[in-house]
């Protein structure tokens, strides 16, 4: 299971390039992140991340449906980005 923290950096480094809905980043732009095929499955899971599989890589955006949750995961995670993200 992939931590909290990691899945809330993720997702804020989505938000912070505006990826939501149709507008998607590739996965290799996150190698950072050590756990990232997990921290997808479950958030995919979880509907709040969108999987983009393309030809040549993989992009992955967040779901505008569920904005307010997913801004909320990521001020609960990195308390200091608190009131932050829009």
Known sequence: MAPDLEKAQIMFKLTRKNNW???????????RFENLDEAMKELSKMRWL???????FTGISL????????????EIN??????IIK
């Open 21 to 31: 809905g149709n507008c998607y980043d590739r996965t290799e732009h996150f190698k």
């Open 50 to 56: 969108i999987v983009h599989k393309k030809q040549n």
């Open 63 to 74: 779901n505008t449906a569920y904005k307010k949750e997913i801004i909320e995961f990521i």
């Open 78 to 83: 990195m308390p200091h980005l608190k009131g």
